[in-house]
């Protein structure tokens, strides 16, 4: 099979619906008769829109031709036909036959968490994973009873639950990840024969959104099982058994509390994917000596523009374009004060969400549904902050720095879980918003206008002031005075990193804890999370057959001649 690399076709000329103007390009690039082009699928399928006029839809294609090898000789000055490269998973361990050894433990079921799982089952390992919150629908009853009722479940919400915080979200399922394994495509498969469209195989950024999101974790929790893995729902792990021998730690277990309920679990092998809001595990970690280094991250706000506006920039004249879709934008600016400003987390035609886990505390996310047709676009407008400038204190500090400004967003919104909002201009001029423009924003429960100024450091008001400006020039009215900021942004990533070893994933002062994901501070996003839970369950298996993890590849291979890594 050949790979057609950089297929350009003018926007309305070509789709899956209309394959003629894509066979046509293949045959001019291959310069080939029709009847020699044997087969034609997408492997992606992208758009160069920097002339918003001439919008070009760029395509790769892999295609089966007759004599392949008279096809590759007469282009063999061509680079962009190349033979296509195998991107199927190939498992790198096995367990024995029958394995009823001491199972390993999989915390967290996020994308992270659900993928170490089941790569496990997969090979024959038959995990255990243990989850804080619900299943995945019990899960989304009890975050819409804050969204609609102002009624936070701490153990069940957004953060905690099946799926991770990735449920509620827009369903990502790109990012900037060097994958030259093609465990990317391992996630996407899985999520395609889990119930997700087939698109997102080829699409350039793919997503899939909150409702679809909650179907497939049910299904890929039920190949879990069906492989012999076990998962336990509101199972929260409590504390750690770690046996110390001179200058040696190894995990021997993980205590457990289910309800009333607390127990023992043993085990040699925990893979630690409990996302980056469980704040009372990092403690717990620490408090047993686990090494934990604090790590930079950003605070914010959400932004809510009309959706149609951010279409117009970026498309021009072909906004609304099915083939386009809602429009996106990543934006970066640094700021004189020394502060980097970016767009985070941008939903299309989203929501923005009520997002905490703890009470008393206000924190708002992104979300949209696979449609993508809301009305408003949202994104979190952040500023990086680091350790030794913002909170130098202790290890743990960046927990402490998140929740006095989520404490102060709850005391700005009303205390009732509404969130402090503030229109654009009125925070550009540096006053309290008292009424709503043009723009109305999806914040459930509901919103109060105030002074954002209230619920962020000074630097990240002037820091976010100078970068609006900024990305007006980028895009058009992205500084009206109309778009609504609500606050605050705080959980764009973990405020720590359990740091873990290179050759074998383990934690750097504890053997047999496998930091992994978000929480750990190895991941962000959904697809990210989703390959590093590959990675660690690949380290997990080898470890338990007594292989080893090779560092030139960044990935699990066996002290086997006959492996294919």
Request: proline share 5%.
């Amino acid at each position: 099979m050949l790979r057609l690399n950089e297929i350009k076709l003018p926007l309305g000329t070509a789709s899956e619906d209309n394959v003629a103007a894509l066979r046509a390009a293949a045959l001019a690039r291959l310069k080939i008769a029709d009847g020699d082009l044997l087969a034609l699928s997408i492997y992606r399928r992208g758009y160069d829109a920097r002339k918003k006029a001439q919008i070009l839809l760029v395509y790769t294609l892999d295609v089966e031709v007759k004599n392949e090898a008279a096809v590759l000789k007469k282009l063999r000055g061509d680079p962009k036909v190349v033979t296509t490269p195998d991107t199927s998973y190939k498992f790198v361990a096995h367990a024995p036959k029958d394995f009823n050894g001491i199972r390993p433990v999989v915390i967290g079921l996020g994308p992270c968490g659900l993928f170490a799982a089941l790569t496990l089952a997969q090979m024959g390992f038959k995990p255990i994973l243990l989850e804080r919150g619900k299943a995945v629908r019990e899960r989304t009853r009890d975050t819409w009873d804050l969204w609609r009722k102002s009624t936070l479940n701490p153990e069940s919400n957004v953060q905690f639950g099946e799926g991770g915080a990735g449920t509620f979200s827009d369903g990502k399922l790109w990012s900037q990840i060097k994958d030259p394994y093609f465990l990317t495509r391992k996630v996407l498969t899985e999520f395609v024969e889990a119930g997700a469209p087939p698109e997102i195989l080829y699409v350039s950024k793919p997503h899939i959104g909150t409702f679809k999101l909650v179907s497939m974790v049910e299904v890929m929790r039920a190949k879990i099982i069906a492989l012999g893995g076990e998962i336990r729902f509101q199972h929260r792990a409590v504390d750690f058994e770690i046996e110390c021998n001179d200058d040696a730690r190894q995990l021997r277990g993980v205590t457990v509390q289910h309800g009333e309920e607390t127990y023992q679990l043993r085990t040699d092998h925990l893979v630690l994917a409990i996302g980056h809001s469980a704040r009372d595990t990092f403690y717990k970690l620490h408090e047993r000596g686990v090494f934990i280094e604090p790590k930079p991250f950003s605070i914010g706000f959400r932004i809510e523009h009309p959706q149609g506006l951010i279409d117009r920039a970026r498309f021009g004249p072909n906004a609304g374009n099915q083939m386009l879709g809602a429009a996106d934008y990543k934006l970066v600016h640094h700021a004189s004060n020394g502060r980097s400003v970016y767009s985070f987390c941008m939903c299309p035609g989203g929501t923005v969400v009520a997002a905490t886990s703890e009470v008393g505390r206000v924190v708002t996310n992104g979300m949209s549904q696979y449609s993508r047709n809301e009305r408003n676009a949202n994104a979190g407008i952040v500023v990086g902050i680091s350790p030794a400038k913002d909170y130098p204190e202790h290890v743990l500090a960046g927990v402490d720095f998140q929740r006095k400004w989520e404490t102060a967003a709850f005391h700005a919104g009303g205390e009732n879980y509404n969130a402090p909002a503030q229109l654009v201009g009125d925070f550009l001029e540096g006053r309290a918003s008292t009424e709503l423009g043009s723009v109305l924003p999806s914040y459930k429960p509901g919103i109060k206008m105030t002074d954002l100024s209230l619920c962020v450091p000074a630097f990240v008001i002037d820091a976010v002031r100078e970068a609006l400006t900024e990305f007006d020039k980028h895009i058009s009215g992205f500084a009206m005075h109309d778009a609504v900021l609500t606050g605050v942004e705080t959980r764009t990533s973990s405020p720590i990193r359990i740091t873990r070893r290179d050759d074998n994933f383990q934690s750097v002062n504890t053997a047999g804890l496998f930091p992994a994901g978000e929480g750990a501070g190895y991941a962000g996003g959904i697809m990210s999370a989703g390959v590093d839970g590959i990675k660690i369950a690949e380290a997990v298996a080898l470890s338990m057959l007594g292989g080893k993890v090779a560092t030139r590849h960044k990935r699990a291979v066996l002290d086997d001649p006959l492996s294919p890594y």
